[in-house]
């Protein structure tokens, strides 16, 4: 057991088994949230407890295989061990309003979208609660900059794993820990509209990101299989739902995709389906990735894109593109350490 997935509820049950009064559970939750490698550093904690507590659940810390920062606008992409060999990857992004660091939330991703190189070689395990926590403390320390924002779209579906996610975030939501604001937290899915669903019970105020990418059914069967199980209209109505619930406006992204989702007639198709819905589109040029065929929309289809949603009524933003000189796009740089691991091996 990673203590550091615990809740700060589930800390204090275990410390109560072990004799220890009420007030240890803050002490020690406070010290795991400062990203801690050794229980000898929770200085006013008995020596005692602290023993035993390494006996007990020793402390797993991801290490750090790539490190790379782009030359062009200070992204930076971490590679991550995990304590099975496994690795993940983050991204840690500056801008004007604090710094956002993207997280992974499971080690490779079953969902299968034709534009994604997270989800070539399937899914291997999903995260524990510590394992996403871990992301953002030790990019926080590393990088020596506070984490002020954080987007659950790197490798991985989160509401895949979704009772892990949720203990994440609980976690990184307490005043105790990083007490990194609900609203200052973005997850994204590509549609698994059950999860979106429950997600909407638990009225968190955080940004549901929904994973679009296409106008209609046929173009969304063709690049996104999980289309197949919940087609656009239900996942539509399950955004209208979340909306509800929550009164807070979904954000959809929109990978740019050159003849495939990016026409004039695509952008009114959007329209029409939105019509009602408090929504925001994040408008996003297509990362490149060797193993597949799809290519970027030219800039001036995305700006006719964006010009028609605007005038229909709907923000429209394009993303701006960072890290693309380091593989800062979602799989690639764990994808080429594997493959350099095997080549090593044969």
């Not at 406070?30 to 929770?42: A, K, N, Q, V």
């Not at 299968?112 to 320390?141: I, K, N, Y």
């Not at 007490?179 to 994204?188: D, G, Q, Y």
Request: proline share 5%.
């Amino acid at each position: 057991m990673n203590l550091r997935s615990l809740t700060l509820a589930e800390l204090a049950d275990l410390l109560k088994t072990m004799g220890q009064p009420a007030f240890r559970a803050k002490q020690v939750f406070t010290w795991l949230h400062r990203g801690i490698r050794s229980f000898d550093e929770m200085t006013d904690l008995p020596k005692t407890l602290r023993a035993a507590l390494a006996e007990e659940y020793p402390l797993y810390t991801p290490q750090a295989v790539r490190r790379q920062e782009s030359a062009r606008d200070g992204t930076v992409k971490y590679l991550w061990r995990l304590s099975d060999g496994n690795c993940v990857e983050t991204v840690l992004m500056r801008y004007h309003y604090g710094n956002t660091v993207c997280i992974s939330t499971e080690v490779g991703c079953r969902m299968g979208c034709a534009f994604c190189a997270s989800t070539l070689g399937g899914l291997v395990r999903r995260l524990e609660p510590a394992e996403m926590l871990d992301q953002v403390l030790f990019t926080q320390l590393d990088s020596g900059l506070p984490i002020s924002h954080i987007v659950l779209m790197g490798i991985g579906e989160p509401l895949d794993n979704f009772d892990n996610v949720l203990k994440f975030l609980e976690n990184v939501n307490s005043p105790l820990g990083l007490n990194i604001s609900m609203r200052h937290i973005s997850l994204s899915t590509c549609g698994l509209v059950p999860k979106i669903d429950a997600l909407a019970e638990k009225k968190l105020q955080l940004t549901l990101s929904v994973s679009l990418h296409a106008p209609n059914n046929s173009v969304r069967d063709t690049i996104m299989p999980v289309n197949r199980a919940y087609p656009m209209e239900e996942l539509i109505a399950a955004c209208r739902r979340y909306y509800q619930a929550t009164s807070r406006r979904i954000s959809f992204e929109y990978a740019m995709i050159d003849g495939v989702n990016d026409t004039p007639a695509a952008a009114r198709e959007l329209l029409e389906k939105m019509r009602g819905l408090p929504a925001h589109f994040n408008l996003i040029p297509l990362n490149r990735v060797e193993e597949s065929p799809l290519k970027p929309s030219s800039r001036a289809a995305v700006a006719e894109f964006q010009r028609i949603l605007e005038q229909g009524g709907i923000p429209a933003t394009v993303r701006r593109t960072l890290g693309g000189d380091i593989d800062a796009s979602c799989g690639q740089l764990r994808r080429k350490y594997n493959q350099s691991a095997k080549g090593r091996e044969e």
